[in-house]
């Protein structure tokens, strides 16, 4: 079975600071881990991916995530936070060995504030 | 090439109603998935489909029925509304069954049932 916890519902930060949104994972496989964004009244849109390849992984709009095996972790950065980053984040797994759906499973969603 | 498109953005419907909602992807993509999201929960799959003219159930299938009869479209049909289904669905494709493949997600469909 998989699933996926997000630490944090609600995170405020300033503009021009870090930001960190906090991801824990469980699978029985090795996973593949996803975090995607959803601005106000909007679909979700994907900002990075994890397969199994170099484990710091690099998304768009300067966002960047660790996978931490050891750890079960998956935490999501960015070094400045934008006014226009400000929306909600969902981490996501799907279980390589799970089923033949390629079913995913979603984290509670993580809401980013970001202050002036 | 529009991606994944869901029709109609909003409804209201009361108790009892039924209706159908319609998720277009022009992408060739092989499965499709049904979400309803709810505060807090994240996004919930309700039904999938993992090619033309077929279906399977997923975390939360009660209520809701599904077709696939073209592989463009993937429909989601409520019989007897209740006030428990008001929530936001997402309709999301994909090209195949491969783990690392990322979803596409449409924009959503804001739904209410007084």
């Known amino acids: 079975a998989q699933s996926v916890t997000q630490l944090d519902s609600h995170v405020s930060v300033s503009e021009g600071t870090p930001v960190l949104l906090r991801c824990n994972y469980s699978s029985s496989y090795s996973p593949s881990l996803f975090w995607y964004v959803q601005h106000p009244n909007k679909g979700l849109q994907l900002l990075l991916k994890y397969t199994s390849a170099a484990t710091l992984v690099k998304g768009i709009n300067g966002f960047e995530a660790e996978f931490k095996k050891s750890e079960t972790s998956f935490h999501l950065t960015k070094p400045s936070a934008h006014m226009s980053d400000a929306a909600e984040y969902f981490c996501?797994?799907?279980?390589?060995?799970?089923?033949?759906?390629?079913?995913?499973?979603f984290g509670g969603g993580t809401r980013l504030m970001v202050k002036p | 090439n529009a991606g994944v498109t869901q029709t109609p953005k909003f409804r209201v419907l009361k108790t009892g109603q039924s209706m159908t909602l319609l998720c277009a992807q022009d992408?060739?993509?092989?499965?499709m998935y049904w979400y309803r999201q709810d505060p807090g929960m994240g996004l919930r799959l309700i039904h999938y489909?993992?090619?033309?003219?077929?279906?399977a159930k997923g975390e939360v299938p009660d209520g809701y029925n599904v077709s696939r009869l073209k592989k463009q479209n993937f429909l989601l049909g409520l019989e007897s509304a209740a006030p428990s289904q008001t929530s936001v669905y997402f309709c999301?494709?994909?090209?195949?069954?491969?783990?690392?493949?990322?979803?596409?997600f449409g924009p959503g469909t804001r739904l209410t049932v007084l």
């Open positions: 489909s993992v090619g033309e003219g077929t279906t």
């Open positions: 996501v797994v799907s279980d390589r060995g799970r089923n033949a759906g390629n079913m995913l499973t």
């Open positions: 992408m060739n993509h092989e499965y």
């Open positions: 999301a494709s994909i090209q195949s069954g491969a783990y690392y493949n990322e979803q596409f």
